[in-house]
C-alpha cells in the first residue's frame, strides 16, 4: 500500500513540474512575440487584409453554395405546401360530389318509397274495392233471394188467406142459406175482393 501511495505521489509530482515547464514556455513564446496579435498593431494590415480575404470566401460560399441550396429547400416546401392545397382542394371537392351523390340517391330512395307506398296503397284499396263488391254483390243475392222468398210466401199467405176466405164464405152462406149459395160465384167474390 505504502508503494501505491509513492507512486501516485510520483505522478502528481511530475505532472507539477510538467505544467510548470508549459508555462515557462508560454510566457516565454510570449515574450518573443511581443504579446497578444489582436493588438499587435504591426500585424494589424495583415489582419485586414485576411479578413477581407475570409469575409469574401464566406460571401461566395454562401452566395454560391448555401443560399441556393436554402432557397431550393424554401421553393421545394413551398411547392409541396401547394400540392397539398391543391390535393386537399382536389379532395373537398371529390367530398362535395360524394356529398352531393349521397343526397341525391337519398332523395331518389325516398321518392321510389313513397311510389311503392302509393302503389301498395293503390293495390289494398283495389282489393278492399273488390272486396266490398263482391260483400255488395253477396248482400243483393242475399236480398234478392230474400225477396223471392218473402214473394213467395206473400203469395202462399195470400193463397192461404183466399181459401181460408172461400172456405169461410161458402161456410157462412151455407149456415144463413143452406143450398142456395152457389160455391164458384162465392169464390169468383171473395178471390176479387181479397185481390182488390
Do not use: C
Amino acid at each position: 500500500m505504502a508503494l501505491f501511495f509513492s507512486a501516485a505521489q510520483a505522478a502528481t509530482e511530475t505532472v507539477h513540474e510538467a505544467a510548470e515547464e508549459l508555462r515557462a514556455g508560454v510566457h516565454a513564446t510570449e515574450e518573443a512575440a511581443g504579446g497578444l496579435p489582436q493588438v499587435n498593431f504591426d500585424a494589424f494590415p495583415s489582419q485586414v487584409f485576411w479578413l477581407l480575404v475570409a469575409l469574401v470566401v464566406m460571401y461566395l460560399m454562401f452566395n454560391r453554395v448555401v443560399l441556393p441550396r436554402i432557397g431550393g429547400i424554401i421553393e421545394e416546401r413551398h411547392d409541396a405546401v401547394e400540392d397539398d392545397l391543391d390535393r386537399a382542394a382536389d379532395y373537398k371537392r371529390r367530398a362535395e360530389e360524394a356529398e352531393a351523390a349521397w343526397q341525391k340517391a337519398l332523395s331518389d330512395a325516398r321518392a321510389e318509397a313513397q311510389a311503392i307506398a302509393d302503389a301498395t296503397k293503390a293495390e289494398i284499396q283495389k282489393e278492399i274495392d273488390a272486396a266490398i263488391e263482391k260483400a255488395d254483390a253477396e248482400i243483393a243475392a242475399k236480398t234478392a233471394e230474400s225477396e223471392t222468398r218473402i214473394a213467395e210466401i206473400r203469395a202462399e199467405a195470400s193463397a192461404a188467406v183466399q181459401e181460408v176466405a172461400r172456405e169461410v164464405a161458402v161456410a157462412l152462406a151455407e149456415a144463413v142459406a143452406p143450398g142456395a149459395a152457389d160455391p164458384s160465384a162465392l169464390t169468383a167474390a171473395v178471390s176479387k175482393r181479397v185481390e182488390g
